[in-house]
């Protein structure tokens, strides 16, 4: 398996909190990327990163911020947690940009 | 229109069948085709990645693309329980400035 930790690997947090979700790698990729999985929408890319202090984002970024301030972490920050931000976060790692990925094993969050 | 069709599921067949997975698309600017293995609570596993048209094999499992039809399929031959997961597929342009698409998914049931 490909070295991505993702944690914590489940959260329940209130409305209006702030919530971090962190992704380790020890695989030195350059390309890091946050995803969301909810049913009948497949994998959703939320922001990316191209290296430390490089992020871009994706198609569903409102409400979310990252951060890379190292190369192997890559921090997904939830300002105000909502109900429709509950889903099961996946992080992902590449060589290159947008081509084949590994996925860390997904962080189930749920916003009450 | 979504931009990458797959059929959800599920797809139940009798251990050792042929399977079929499929996913048609509508982006002619699609390049690089990958499919993914999901199992219950995990994160996406890279199967197969291939680069425009063509076959590509991987023990029981063949990738096939094709460009003029825009569809691509994986077959997984001799198949067996632990094939049982949900089946991702995914494309992305050449260059790698535009994102990687995801299917929803297709879920198979392997039968014993």
């Known amino acids: 398996d490909a070295g991505i930790t993702q944690s914590p690997r489940h959260k329940v947090t209130e409305t209006g909190t702030p919530v971090t979700l962190r992704c380790h790698q020890t695989e030195n990729h350059r390309y890091m990327y946050w995803y969301r999985q909810d049913p009948g929408h497949g994998l959703r890319l939320i922001h990316y990163?191209?290296?430390?202090?490089?992020?871009d984002k994706g198609e569903v970024s409102d409400g979310y911020s990252v951060s890379r301030s190292k190369t192997e972490d890559f921090l997904l920050t939830l300002e105000s947690a909502t109900s429709s931000q509950t889903s099961v976060y996946f992080c992902?790692?590449?060589?290159?940009?947008?081509?084949?990925?590994?996925f860390g094993q997904g962080t189930r969050l749920t916003v009450v | 229109q979504k931009e990458v069709e797959q059929d959800p599921g599920p797809l139940s067949v009798p251990e050792g069948a042929i399977v079929s997975l499929n996913c048609t698309y509508s982006n002619s600017a699609f390049q690089y085709f990958m499919w993914y293995r999901q199992y219950s609570r995990k994160g996406p596993e890279l199967l197969m990645y291939t680069y425009s048209s063509g076959n590509k094999e991987d023990g029981r499992f063949t990738a096939q693309v094709d460009k003029s039809s825009k569809y691509i399929s994986l077959f997984i031959r001799d198949s067996q329980p632990s094939d049982s997961a949900t089946y991702l597929c995914?494309?992305?342009?050449?260059?790698?400035?535009?994102?990687?698409?995801f299917g929803i998914g297709t879920k198979l049931q392997v039968i014993p």
């Open positions: 990163s191209y290296g430390v202090k490089d992020t």
């Open positions: 992902a790692i590449s060589e290159q940009l947008n081509t084949e990925a590994f």
């Open positions: 995914a494309m992305s342009e050449a260059g790698g400035y535009q994102k990687v698409t």
